[in-house]
């Protein structure tokens, strides 16, 4: 049976809106291990001493290479290129023709004519799909997560973020850290095998990157951990690494912005499998109020001017005067534990609210008001462990972006859509604070000066 498109799919449905909506698809998930101890323990390493996140299972993977590989990424992103060296990486940003947020992904710069994107489907999706269609000599490999392929992966990935994390790679290595700048790539030989690593921070910690060939997954992990045994080391499962974004301020998973004429036949090339999910208290039957700009979400800083890419124009003039930015809001503890309370009484309780991550929708959409008025909309929730504290990041207008300004956030859907993960249920408000994003102090100060 031919796989059905995500264009057909929404004619038969009627709407995009409709289709995201009632959508089966769950947040995402992290193949592997959801525990190894527990998820507080093995957050509070990252803070304390050193977790080991395994990235190997959950991202895509789409290689380019040949002499048009950095052009048909430069073609359709909004960053910079120049003095973008061999063994670089950068967050990636990728925007339609009106500028708004297709998706972001990690590129990464491993030979002459060669790269690597990393992270979510959506951007490597939109870049795979014109280097197919367009006039480029480019070839093109794909390594779907590990929900999707079939057998291992090309590539192990492990991420060491802590304070200690240093003192784990001069231990394996038996030389000091490399002394690496943010987003540069280095060698280390670890158990006999050339292994790249990364200077990195998914948590908003120091930490280190580490890949190389999967057949040399074993002996690299056993090494790790031999390691780390003296310094703390805490392998960290699928839940705890699911909330490492709250701590660095990273917005998983906008609502791509593909839905519009102009990417009919976009659509009729992308399978109805990527259409992802649609959740949250803001509802609107116009599939493009759920679109967001790079601005948004924080990325201004990785837009920049100095080449021709789709979206230009459209982003030049948005950045004169960004109407909306990103914040943190810390939910009031009384309203959750409330909220949370619901279960335990009479009648229909209010939408559970799971930790440490509440969303559950890929594509979650919560309405933020002042006096009755939307003045925003949260996108990801959940508790960080080490401030004690359940937050969501959400994008606000720059009157009300203020921290201590005071909102309320409507949690719950009106009407309930059919999503399986969503049961019968009422909305509530939850009153919360304005505060900076990221919210952790060394992540905002030092991580994102970076």
Same mark, same amino acid.
């Given at each position: 049976?031919?796989?059905?498109?995500?264009?057909?799919?929404?004619?038969?449905?009627?709407?995009?809106?409709?289709?995201?909506?009632?959508?089966?698809?769950?947040?995402?998930?992290?193949?592997?291990?959801?525990?190894?101890?527990?998820?507080?323990?093995?957050?509070?390493?990252?803070?304390?001493?050193?977790?080991?996140?395994?990235?190997?299972?959950?991202?895509?993977?789409?290689?380019?290479?040949?002499?048009?590989?950095?052009?048909?990424?430069?073609?359709?992103?909004?960053?910079?290129?120049?003095?973008?060296?061999?063994?670089?990486?950068?967050?990636?940003?990728?925007?339609?023709?009106?500028?708004?947020?297709?998706?972001?992904?990690?590129?990464?710069?491993?030979?002459?004519?060669?790269?690597?994107?990393?992270?979510?489907?959506?951007?490597?999706?939109?870049?795979?799909?014109?280097?197919?269609?367009?006039?480029?000599?480019?070839? =093109?490999?794909?390594?779907?997560?590990?929900?999707? /392929?079939? !057998?291992?992966?090309?590539?192990?990935?492990? @991420? $060491?973020? +802590? #304070?200690?994390?240093?003192?784990?790679?001069?231990?394996?290595?038996?030389?000091?850290?490399?002394?690496?700048?943010?987003?540069?790539?280095?060698?280390?030989? =670890?158990?006999?095998?050339?292994?790249?690593?990364? /200077?990195? !921070?998914?948590?908003?910690?120091?930490?280190? @990157? $580490?890949? +190389? #060939?999967?057949?040399?997954?074993?002996?690299?992990?056993?090494?790790?951990?031999?390691?780390?045994?003296?310094?703390?080391?805490?392998?960290?499962?699928?839940?705890?690494?699911?909330?490492?974004?709250?701590?660095?301020?990273?917005?998983?998973?906008?609502?791509?912005?593909?839905?519009?004429?102009?990417?009919?036949?976009?659509?009729?090339?992308?399978?109805?499998?990527?259409?992802?999910?649609?959740?949250?208290?803001?509802?609107?039957?116009?599939?493009?109020?759920?679109?967001?700009?790079?601005?948004?979400?924080?990325?201004?800083?990785?837009?920049?001017?100095?080449?021709?890419?789709?979206?230009?124009?459209?982003?030049?003039?948005?950045?004169?005067?960004?109407?909306?930015?990103?914040?943190?809001?810390?939910?009031?503890?009384?309203?959750?534990?409330?909220?949370?309370?619901?279960?335990?009484?009479?009648?229909?309780?209010?939408?559970?609210?799971?930790?440490?991550?509440?969303?559950?929708?890929?594509?979650?959409?919560?309405?933020?008001?002042?006096?009755?008025?939307?003045?925003?909309?949260?996108?990801?929730?959940?508790?960080?462990?080490?401030?004690?504290?359940?937050?969501?990041?959400?994008?606000?207008?720059?009157?009300?972006?203020?921290?201590?300004?005071?909102?309320?956030?409507?949690?719950?859907?009106?009407?309930?859509?059919?999503?399986?993960?969503?049961?019968?249920?009422?909305?509530?408000?939850?009153?919360?604070?304005?505060?900076?994003?990221?919210?952790?102090?060394?992540?905002?100060?030092?991580?994102?000066?970076?």
């Amino acid at each position: 049976m031919p796989v059905e498109s995500l264009e057909d799919r929404i004619q038969r449905i009627g709407s995009a809106v409709e289709l995201l909506r009632n959508s089966p698809v769950r947040p995402h998930t992290f193949p592997g291990a959801p525990e190894y101890t527990n998820w507080r323990s093995e957050e509070q390493a990252w803070r304390d001493t050193c977790a080991l996140l395994d990235q190997s299972h959950h991202m895509t993977d789409l290689y380019l290479s040949g002499p048009d590989a950095l052009k048909v990424i430069s073609d359709f992103s909004a960053n910079t290129f120049n003095n973008f060296a061999v063994d670089k990486a950068k967050q990636l940003v990728v925007v339609n023709k009106d500028g708004y947020l297709i998706g972001d992904c990690i590129l990464f710069h491993l030979a002459e004519d060669s790269f690597d994107l990393v992270g979510l489907p959506m951007a490597m999706d939109w870049i795979q799909y014109n280097a197919e269609t367009g006039d480029y000599d480019v070839h =093109i490999e794909r390594d779907d997560n590990s929900l999707v /392929r079939k !057998g291992a992966p090309k590539v192990y990935r492990y @991420e $060491l973020q +802590g #304070p200690t994390s240093a003192s784990i790679v001069e231990k394996l290595t038996g030389a000091p850290a490399p002394d690496l700048k943010f987003f540069t790539m280095g060698y280390l030989t =670890i158990a006999g095998h050339q292994v790249r690593t990364l /200077r990195h !921070g998914i948590a908003g910690q120091p930490g280190f @990157e $580490l890949f +190389g #060939p999967w057949e040399d997954q074993e002996e690299v992990l056993a090494a790790i951990l031999e390691a780390g045994k003296d310094f703390g080391l805490k392998q960290a499962g699928g839940i705890a690494y699911s909330s490492t974004n709250l701590e660095s301020g990273w917005i998983p998973a906008p609502l791509p912005a593909i839905f519009g004429d102009e990417m009919v036949d976009y659509r009729k090339w992308l399978s109805s499998a990527g259409a992802g999910s649609l959740g949250g208290s803001y509802l609107s039957d116009n599939i493009e109020d759920y679109y967001v700009t790079p601005y948004d979400f924080g990325y201004g800083r990785s837009v920049k001017f100095d080449h021709e890419f789709l979206g230009r124009a459209a982003l030049e003039k948005l950045a004169e005067n960004p109407p909306k930015t990103k914040v943190t809001l810390v939910w009031n503890q009384e309203d959750v534990a409330k909220a949370m309370g619901t279960l335990f009484e009479p009648g229909l309780p209010a939408k559970y609210i799971a930790m440490p991550k509440a969303r559950y929708a890929l594509y979650q959409a919560d309405q933020v008001l002042v006096d009755g008025k939307r003045v925003g909309v949260s996108y990801d929730c959940g508790y960080i462990v080490n401030e004690q504290v359940f937050v969501s990041l959400s994008v606000m207008d720059i009157d009300f972006s203020t921290p201590g300004t005071e909102v309320v956030l409507i949690w719950g859907e009106e009407p309930n859509t059919s999503k399986p993960q969503v049961e019968p249920h009422r909305q509530v408000e939850i009153r919360a604070t304005v505060a900076p994003a990221p919210y952790e102090s060394f992540a905002r100060e030092k991580y994102r000066s970076a």
